[in-house]
């Protein structure tokens, strides 16, 4: 599932007005880091600001980007979850794996082989729950 256009456009769509009740609720301007965490809350917006170490807040994700050194864990805990797919667009990228060291192509060579298993394993489980994959030298997350 590279790509869920109608969740997608229902993000975008409701955006603005998410933004503007966060505005009210904080009574302030808004970073743009808030206004994408505000935008993406699971509950609706708080009547009052969240506290910085104080409140804990739940987030309703539109899209999971992941890199191969971390994506390991991520999909392995995402097997036990016992869905069938994943519930938002995701990626693997192939990136963080690869050590530059003597230049583009020597070090994708290398890492081909010194991280085979890891990549195999990774498109494996990407393909199997709808995950996207761009394989090693595919480009830079």
């Not at 809350?41 to 050194?69: E, H, I, T, W």
């Amino acid at each position: 599932m590279l790509f869920d256009f109608e969740m997608i456009e229902e993000v975008y769509r409701a955006f603005e007005e998410k933004v503007d009740q966060a505005r009210r609720s904080c009574d302030r301007p808004l970073t743009f880091t808030e206004k994408i965490l505000y935008a993406h809350l699971s509950d609706p917006c708080p009547s009052k600001p969240f506290q910085r170490g104080n409140d804990y807040v739940d987030f309703k994700p539109d899209r999971v980007a992941m890199q191969d050194a971390t994506a390991q864990m991520a999909l392995l805990q995402f097997m036990q979850s016992g869905r069938s797919q994943v519930a938002v667009p995701s990626t693997v990228h192939c990136d963080h794996l690869i050590l530059a060291e003597k230049g583009a192509q020597e070090d994708l060579k290398k890492s081909n082989v010194v991280n085979q298993e890891v990549f195999d394993f990774l498109g494996s489980v990407s393909n199997k729950y709808g995950v996207g994959f761009w394989k090693p030298g595919a480009g830079i997350i």
